[in-house]
């Protein structure tokens, strides 16, 4: 009976990730798309814009970030699939864990329109800890959300116009 007056937001939901599946059009050649993806390209999208990236494993092949906006953090990278100009996927951890998310896989599709661009297409599964409920779950989905939108709208301006283009949006949005 006391069941029937519990809020459904607070009820737990299932052990599931949550998939998002978001695409862009990049004026840029997929060989370009592709070398700021590769985080063994000195193009690397994050290494041009000054974060350290290191190869920290060569089976499986790992990739280690420090971030310079939050150094503390440790961002660990795991090559799943590596395509050149056509796809590229990786299993992605934080050390330490951040709030509810334990990990992610962030698969990159890259298809040619042209010559001069091309169609990126990210499927992003991401897993959280056990036991969130329907608001905890919400608020999750909103995050991951905003965080693929900023990743991919960087990656076209990065693409497209260059680094600093990207640090001017950055500070637009009060991260720099």
């Known amino acids: 009976m006391f069941g ?3 809020r459904k937001g607070d009820a737990t939901v299932p052990d599931e990730p ?3 599946s978001v695409s862009i059009e990049i004026e840029k050649a997929a060989d370009d798309v592709y070398a ?8 690397h999208q994050l290494r041009a814009r000054g974060s350290e990236i290191r190869e920290i494993s060569g089976d499986p092949l790992t990739y280690r970030l420090w971030y310079d906006l939050t150094p503390d953090m ?3 990278f795991t090559v799943t699939e590596a395509v ?15 709030g509810l998310r334990t990990g992610s896989h962030e698969a990159y599709a890259i ?4 010559i001069g661009s091309c169609r990126l ?10 036991g969130m409920n329907r608001r905890q779950l919400d608020a999750e989905i909103a995050k991951s959300s905003q965080a693929v939108a900023n990743s991919l709208t960087k990656l076209k301006i990065q693409a497209e116009q260059g680094v600093e283009a990207v640090e001017e949006f950055e500070r637009q949005l009060g991260h720099r």
């Open 84 to 98: 050149p100009g056509r796809s590229y996927a990786y299993s992605a951890s934080i050390v330490p864990q951040i």
């Open 74 to 76: 440790n961002y660990l």
């Open 36 to 43: 700021l993806l590769d985080f063994g390209d000195e193009r």
């Open 111 to 114: 298809e040619p329109i042209s």
């Open 121 to 130: 297409t990210i499927v992003n599964t991401i897993n959280h800890a056990p």
């Open 4 to 6: 029937l007056f519990k």
């Open 18 to 20: 949550i998939q998002m």
